[in-house]
């Protein structure tokens, strides 16, 4: 399966809710679950029937895929990694997904959305505790650094993306310092520190059947 490369704003629109997808416009008037609160295509404005418990499960797994944006194959690996850690699987999921390497720069204000960081990283732009980290997908654990690398602090780009996102609430299991362009991973978050609108169980029993 191919990266989606259409329009985002129709992936939250399917939904239903905020993927917050395309950065700065996510927090806008401009939003189109905003302006259009029903799904995309012809008839999304129409009344739709009530979902089966599969098609509950898959728009429960589809939404963190896509709010997280991570491919089928990817998503599944993440849950067989989740399934082998203590606790609630569906939790444990979450926290995968929030541990990546781009989720954690979009997380403390680096880039706008986490489209942007992923290419943000791929082209070198942050460090993690110091060396060059290109890879979107790694997997950060508590006590990683992770700061704008120094040929890039001085850039309009990040200065721009700095102040964007300077009014933005970093969660709790963050620490960022604005001004150094240096961030830190203090803790693994908890269930309530993770702001994504979605019942894990159901991408669960999906998985299990």
Not at 63 to 82: N, T
Request: charge should be positive.
């Amino acid at each position: 399966m191919a990266r989606y490369t259409g329009a985002v704003c129709r992936l939250c629109r399917r939904e239903g809710q905020k993927l917050f997808l395309k950065g700065e416009r996510c927090y806008s008037d401009k939003c189109s679950v905003s302006r259009r609160a029903y799904p995309p295509g012809q008839h999304g404005n129409a009344r739709t029937r009530k979902p089966s418990e599969y098609g509950l499960q898959l728009r429960a797994k589809q939404k963190a895929r896509r709010y997280y944006g991570i491919l089928e194959s990817q998503f599944a690996k993440y849950y067989d990694m989740a399934t082998r850690r203590e606790g609630m699987t569906g939790e444990n999921l979450l926290r995968i997904c929030e541990s990546r390497m781009d989720n954690v720069v979009y997380r403390l204000g680096f880039a706008s959305s986490r489209a942007e960081a992923r290419v943000l990283v791929d082209q070198g732009h942050y460090t993690v505790n110091g060396k060059k980290m290109n890879i979107p997908s790694a997997l950060l654990k508590p006590g990683d650094e992770v700061a704008i690398a120094e040929k890039s602090k001085s850039s309009n780009k990040f200065k721009a993306v700095a102040e964007a996102n300077g009014s933005r609430p970093v969660p709790a299991w963050l620490d960022v310092d604005r001004n150094q362009f240096v961030g830190r991973y203090v803790s693994l978050p908890n269930r309530e520190d993770i702001d994504l609108e979605v019942e894990e169980h159901l991408i669960v029993e999906g998985y299990s059947k």
